[in-house]
């Protein structure tokens, strides 16, 4: 993670990461479990490729999530630029290639919607960006507000009913199937992945927002532009946000105000479970992207138990989160003896 | 008659680090005690143990003639220790009533609010000591020295015996340190003992009775004020013999590349005039609230100013923000590096290189990483940061590797101008000298630097120039080598509204 290792270093470091490890070792009970009681979809391709086409839509709103809690904020409107940008893009794409018209319109309709919602993304986020740096609001107020404002826009365009008959060709792209194997969802997730990688371990931009989250104080005594680092931060979220509203555009091959609303909770919850620190300054992506895996696991899991109905995840993800907290809280040094030895 | 409190052979280490060792103190019934040291020499650390704050891993603690193994904070209060802090730990939201009354209303565990009986407990406890306060004033608005004497009415609310005083005369003016030692001489005449702690000698010196001076936690002597003169107190602080060393300027070292005209910022400090040559070191020192740290702030554009200009070789500037600042070469070491000038939980090479990260990139725009390791071992070496790996994270190291790791964030910007604030607060001495050196050579070298700080001899033996600030000004422009620490504790402490014959 930090710019001075060499990569030997780093993999020990990563290894020795004791939320990555205790992911890993989850994980791998998971996939044991998954394995001795569900043993027939276990081996079925097709359980695997449905959460290839599942998590990325959930996955990509935490990564937003993971960089904005990184420098010390949080993300709540991811959810809503998802669906305000998705809404966006199809209400383009149909303006462009209506049902019925000539199919070489589709080509040209699918850019502009990919380029608008992306754009759109950007700008959603650089608001977010500008209200936490500029104004002073705090992160959580920010971003609560626009989920309503955003949601409000989407509900407004739509009129609160779904946008569906989008050019059958938009599908055929991004929920391909690569090789007729590989899900075009799984490898759009995979890309933004090695961006933030890329960004967070090979640039000065990645240091920077460590530096930040770290001590958003001394950010500012030691000349770092913290408004213009925010700003892009909120940017990054976005933008990852918007991704996400395509996948889930390709996924329902229609959009609404109201898709994914569960989404929010869920993303906070992965990025908490990958051990970002809410305070900031810390956090791998290693850590995010096997939350992520884990908790679609967990949920396919639930899925092959037909008694246990989808009433129960609120519950179980609440109480997943809620558990996670404790535990890191136990495992910083001295905390867990304190928990026993402070009586009065 | 036994002595009041009596601490015998206390040691405590924190990982393993001896903060105290066999360290020994009495204090009589009504003595007037003064407990010396350096920052960083365990007085701090001694304060805790005797008011059970934190245990000592050996020794005793007797008080009133009995002894306690484990003390607690509660047994400490009800022995009758109270600690005054320097920031008084007053609730500056509520007002004098309610912070005097409330804890012996809490402490009586009353689950409903009697105002009556409120105001007579916070009367009566003003009354001892003659505090004449309007009980419905909110604490923030009172001044620092009627603070103090808030605190002092509440520590003498529970039957104390024994007031403990972290610095008490640091922000006060003459008239206000008169009027503290006449309390504490009311006190003393009560039986009440009153220790001080101190890390100056002139602060407290005409009133203390026995010095007790510690230095790296050991208890290196006990005296009465007849047997300390100024070299001998230093001598027993520092463990070094004083010698009065001084900095010079080099004399002709051209135009100035910091002025200030008539600068002022409301409400912090009015009318600074001065100007820095390359190869000065300017002191600016002044007590607490003087407006030194404002003035630092103003010049590093942190903090806007409303009258004057300021220049820059010569050419007026504005300084919009640090970042304008920091591009017209100045460098600024802040007051408090822990929430200031470090991330302390990012590596050592992280913390020296942010500022200049930009300079390291490959021709693709990344990290290029082999700079940044050799960039960061560079300063590691040259400033002689104790540390095995710059990998690790800075709050592994001590205060003063730790400031020197702020010192190598600011002179990677190749800095004209260098303005430390508090440069050795909470340093420890080895480091406090290395560091005083390292700004001697950058002098030399050609930078212009600025000291801001209340460390009288450090003021004197390292700047070319004084200034000294009082209650938003300059009042004096001195020559340190022909200035005494008395002289400019006196000039700091002056009360302006005194001589102009105006009551507060």
Not at chain 1, 41 to 51: A, D, E, G, I, P
Not at chain 1, 56 to 76: H, K, N, S, Y
Not at chain 2, 403 to 414: F, I, M, P, S
């Amino acid at each position: 993670m930090s710019v001075f290792s060499t990569a030997s270093v780093r993999m020990r470091a990563l290894a020795k990461d004791p939320q990555v490890t205790r992911l890993a070792v989850i994980l791998a009970l998971l996939l044991i479990f998954f394995a001795a009681v569900r043993t027939p979809s276990f081996v079925r391709l097709s359980t695997w490729q449905s959460m290839a086409v599942q998590f990325p839509e959930f996955g990509l709103m935490a990564l937003g999530v993971m960089l904005t809690m990184i420098i010390g904020g949080i993300d709540l409107s991811v959810v809503a630029i998802a669906n305000m940008t998705g809404i966006g893009a199809a209400v383009i794409m149909l303006s462009i290639a209506p049902p019925g018209s000539d199919p070489s319109q589709a080509v040209p309709a699918i850019l502009a919607a990919v380029a608008f919602s992306l754009v759109a993304g950007a700008l959603a986020g650089m608001f977010n960006g500008f209200l936490v740096a500029k104004i002073k609001i705090p992160a959580i107020l920010v971003t609560l507000g626009t989920f309503e404002l955003f949601t409000g826009i989407a509900v407004i365009i739509t009129q609160g009913k779904p946008i569906s008959g989008l050019p059958t060709q938009y599908s055929e792209v991004f929920a391909a199937k690569l090789g007729g194997i590989v899900p075009m969802q799984l490898v759009m997730f995979a890309l933004v992945v090695v961006v933030i990688w890329f960004l967070m371990s090979r640039t000065a931009l990645g240091t920077k927002l460590y530096l930040l989250g770290t001590n958003p104080t001394a950010a500012e005594f030691s000349g770092l532009n913290t408004v213009s680092l925010t700003v892009r931060t909120y940017m990054l979220s976005g933008i990852f946000s918007a991704v996400a509203g395509l996948v889930m555009l390709a996924n329902y091959n229609s959009a609404k105000a109201d898709y994914g609303s569960t989404y929010t909770l869920l993303a906070v919850l992965i990025v908490v479970l990958g051990g970002v620190n809410p305070n900031g300054g810390s956090g791998r992506l290693a850590g995010t992207v096997l939350a992520v895996i884990v908790l679609q696991v967990l949920s396919s899991l639930l899925n092959t138990f037909p008694d246990i109905s989808n009433f129960y995840r609120p519950l179980i993800y609440g109480g997943v989160l809620l558990l996670v907290i404790v535990m890191n809280q136990w495992y910083k040094p001295g905390n867990f003896a304190r928990f026993f030895t402070r009586k009065g | 008659m036994t002595d009041l409190l009596a601490v015998r052979n206390v040691s405590k280490s924190f990982a393993g680090v001896h903060a105290l060792d066999d360290v020994s103190l009495t204090i009589g019934r009504g003595e007037i005690h003064c407990l010396a040291g350096e920052n960083g020499s365990g007085k701090s650390t001694l304060i805790k143990v005797i008011s059970g704050v934190h245990a000592p891993d050996g020794g005793t603690i007797e008080i009133d003639g009995t002894s306690h193994k484990r003390l607690t904070p509660m047994a400490a209060i009800n022995a009758g220790v109270q600690v005054i802090y320097q920031d008084f730990s007053v609730f500056p939201n509520l007002s004098v009533l309610e912070n005097l009354a409330l804890t012996s209303e809490l402490a009586a565990h009353r689950k409903l609010i009697n105002w009556r009986r409120m105001r007579r407990i916070a009367e009566e406890a003003v009354a001892k000591i003659d505090f004449d306060i309007d009980l419905d004033e909110k604490v923030g608005r009172l001044s620092i020295a009627e603070k103090q004497l808030v605190a002092i009415s509440r520590a003498l609310m529970s039957d104390a015996k024994l007031i403990i005083m972290d610095e008490p005369t640091t922000a006060l003016t003459t008239r206000e340190v008169d009027a503290l030692f006449r309390i504490i001489l009311d006190l003393k005449e009560r039986g009440i003992s009153t220790l001080f702690v101190s890390h100056k000698l002139e602060e407290v010196f005409e009133i203390s009775e026995k010095f007790t001076i510690i230095r790296n936690g050991r208890s290196v002597a006990t005296k009465r004020p007849d047997e300390l003169d100024r070299a001998s107190f230093s001598f027993y602080m520092t463990g070094r013999e004083f010698e009065p060393a001084h900095f010079n300027a080099p004399a002709d070292s051209g135009p100035a590349v910091l002025e200030a005209r008539n600068l002022g910022a409301d409400g912090a400090f009015a009318d600074v005039n001065f100007s820095l040559r390359r190869g000065e070191i300017l002191g600016i020192t002044g007590r607490l609230g003087s407006g030194r740290t404002e003035l630092a702030l103003s010049l590093f554009g942190a903090l806007k100013v409303n009258h004057g200009e300021i220049l820059i070789k010569e050419k007026p500037v504005v300084l919009r923000g640090i970042r304008s600042a920091i591009k017209h070469g100045i460098g600024y070491v802040p007051e408090d590096r822990l929430t200031e000038g470090l991330f302390l939980e990012r590596s050592i090479g992280a913390n020296a290189i942010i500022s200049e990260i930009d300079n390291m990139l490959t021709p693709l725009g990344l990290l290029d990483r082999e700079k940044t390791r050799t960039e960061a071992q560079r300063w590691v070496d040259e400033l002689k940061i104790a540390t095995p790996d710059p990998e690790n994270a800075v709050n592994t190291l001590s205060g003063g590797n730790q400031q020197r790791v702020v010192l190598a964030k600011w002179l990677a910007t190749e800095p004209e101008v260098l303005i430390l604030n508090g440069p050795t607060v909470g340093v420890d001495i080895g480091s406090k000298s290395d560091i005083h050196t390292i700004l001697q050579d950058l002098a030399r070298e050609g930078m212009a630097v600025i000291i801001i700080s209340d460390d009288l001899s450090e003021v004197i033996e390292n700047c070319s120039r004084v200034l000294v600030m009082n209650d938003g000004r300059i009042v004096a422009e001195l020559d340190p080598e022909e200035t005494s620490e008395a002289e400019l504790a006196a000039l700091m402490a002056h009360d302006e509204s005194e001589e102009a014959g105006v009551q507060r």
